[in-house]
């Protein structure tokens, strides 16, 4: 399998001052492709750590992604080192530096000298394009005493990486690797079970004759979810199908959600141009938090929490609402009631963990519960 690393450059991700996230974007980004995330390093802005930091990556993997860097400061110097690394000298892109002019004037802002450093690119890199900043990102194959690398160079920003990435590096990666035998991955979302028993029941799966089969097997506890991953290559997947079909069976009781799948956006996209109404006297914030990235979008969903729940014929008149009520001053029961476009249902839960310790991730699974059984009753999911 082709394996890719990923290098940020900057002391603000050293330090701690922002969190690296453009790491874990990239790395799920090569997924689909078939590659393969060896390892992400974070570097400062130092240019000796950097120039090892690139020798390290080439040792490493196949294809290199750097991010930051680029920008027109004194302490953003990546296009300098990447020409010393690569032995390529600078050359002047006169087309960069129109597409500047033209992206700072639109905007009323003044152009300066200093942004010319922007425009220099290692002799034979392809440059790529930047549409939603000034500093264009590069590609370019780099000789290296591990072999021939294909080295992409990002701006910072996440949101000029995604444009870049959109535009250009998506389309190479697709033809790139059209012949490569790409990992497949598997995924169950279990519910109500700590991850011992999950992989208690998961392990015996894979007893018995697989012994020519290259897998690897997985598990990830974010509450309230313990996740089971099987991953294997394209070309084995008629034996791996067999293995599959046993962890759907053990797990099947247990099973929340599949292959990555958001409950969160499932829920969104179910009522999302619907005025609609939250009622949440159990979670304590919990289903807020689970829907605080939706809750910006939509506007006309209306927020409303109690400690004391309201009486259920509050809700005689509501057109378009989720209630999630307790049963007991524990929190080991709860009722999720729901009206949607005509439709509704009542709903009891109980959640496995009883002891008082576990209060918490009990009001984490009445939050995923409400919105799981919401929409599996209102789209016959």
């Given amino acids: 399998m082709k394996k890719a690393t990923i290098l940020g450059v900057g002391t603000e991700l050293t330090t701690g001052q922002i969190t690296n996230k453009n790491a874990s974007w990239i790395s799920d980004k090569l997924i689909p492709f078939g590659l393969e995330t060896s390892m992400q390093l974070t570097i400062p802005d130092d240019r000796a750590l950097i120039l090892q930091a690139l020798d390290y990556c080439a040792q490493n993997s196949d294809y290199i992604f750097v991010t930051g860097g680029l920008g027109p ?9 990447i020409s010393e690394w690569s032995k390529k000298k600078m050359q002047f892109d006169e087309k960069s530096w129109q597409s500047i002019q033209v992206r700072m004037t639109s905007r ?6 200093i942004q010319k450093q922007q425009c220099y690119f290692p002799e034979g890199a392809v440059i790529l394009n930047n549409s939603q900043g000034t500093a264009n990102g590069f590609q370019m194959e780099v000789s290296t005493a591990y072999g021939t690398k294909d080295v992409f160079i990002l ?34 979302d279990t519910l109500g079970l700590p991850e011992s ?18 897998y690897d097997v997985g598990y990830r506890v974010h509450h309230p979810y313990v996740e089971v991953k099987f991953s294997y290559y394209k070309s084995q997947e008629n034996f791996a199908k067999a ?5 759907d069976k053990v797990l099947e009781k247990a099973t929340a959600l599949k292959n990555f799948a958001d409950i969160t956006q499932a829920f969104a996209k179910l009522t999302a141009n619907a005025e609609f109404g939250f009622y949440d006297f159990v979670s304590g914030g919990f289903l807020h938090h689970r829907l605080s990235n939706e809750l910006k979008k939509y506007k006309n969903w209306v927020w409303k929490e109690s400690q004391q729940p309201l009486d ?14 307790p049963q007991d001053e524990n929190i080991e029961r709860a009722v999720v009631m729901g009206h949607f476009n005509g439709k509704s249902f009542t709903v009891e839960l109980e959640a496995s963990l009883k002891s008082p310790l576990m209060i918490e991730r009990r009001k ?14 209102l789209t016959n999911a």
């Fill in 312 to 325: 259920t014929d509050f809700f005689a008149h509501e057109e378009n609402f989720i209630a999630l009520f």
């Fill in 155 to 188: 701006p910072g920003p996440p949101k000029e990486i995604e444009a870049i990435w959109n535009e250009s590096i998506a389309k190479w990666l697709f033809v790139e690797t059209q012949l490569f035998d790409k990992k497949l991955t598997k995924a169950w």
């Fill in 243 to 247: 293995i599959v079909e046993k962890i």
């Fill in 73 to 81: 400061t004194s302490d953003d110097f990546t296009r300098d080192l």
């Fill in 197 to 214: 028993e999950v992989a208690e029941m998961v392990e015996p799966c894979f007893e018995g004759r697989w012994p020519d089969l290259k």
């Fill in 108 to 113: 009323n802002l003044v152009v300066k000298d």
């Fill in 364 to 377: 984490q699974y009445f939050a995923e519960m409400a919105l799981i059984t919401f929409v599996k009753n």
